[in-house]
C-alpha cells in the first residue's frame, strides 16, 4: 500500500542525510547513540550524526528542520526516503495529491473597509 499525505499525523525536529535521505528526529533521544558533540571554530558546538548509510552528518542547532511523518517513524525514531515531508512543503504536497491549484476562489482581503486618508 502506498503511503499519502493522510498516513503522516506526527512531526518533529530532525536531521537528513545528503546521501541517502533518512531523517533522524532529535527530541526523544532515540538517536543518542548515532551523535556525538563537537566544537567549532571559536564557542560554536555542533553535532555529528552516524548514518546507517555510513556517512557522517555534521550540523548545528539553528540547522534542525520540521518534518510531517507517520506517527510510527516518528516513535522509532527515523524517517526512511519516502516516508517524511519538510513540513515548509506540506501545503503544497497536500494541494499536489487533491490536484487542485490556487485559482480565483481564494479569499483575499477586502480593502473596501479600510479607513481613507
Known amino acids: 500500500m502506498k503511503s499519502g499525505i493522510t498516513d503522516r499525523d506526527s512531526g518533529g525536529c ?8 533518512t531523517v533522524y528526529f532529535l527530541e526523544k533521544n532515540l538517536n543518542r547513540d548515532r551523535m556525538y558533540q563537537r566544537l567549532g571554530f571559536g564557542s560554536k558546538k555542533g ?4 548514518c546507517i548509510c555510513g556517512e557522517q552528518v555534521s550540523f548545528e542547532k539553528a540547522e534542525l528542520k520540521f ?8 516513535i522509532r525514531g527515523y524517517a526512511l526516503e519516502g516516508e517524511w515531508i519538510p513540513r515548509r512543503n506540506l501545503a503544497a504536497t497536500i494541494l499536489d495529491q487533491l490536484n487542485l491549484k490556487a485559482g480565483p476562489w481564494v479569499l483575499r482581503p477586502s480593502l473596501s473597509g479600510l479607513p481613507k486618508n
Not at 14 to 21: K, Q, R
Not at 47 to 50: K, P, R, Y
Open 14 to 21: 530532525g536531521v537528513e542525510c545528503p546521501t541517502c535521505h
Open 47 to 50: 553535532w555529528t550524526l552516524l
Open 67 to 74: 518534518f510531517s511523518v507517520a506517527k510510527t517513524a516518528y
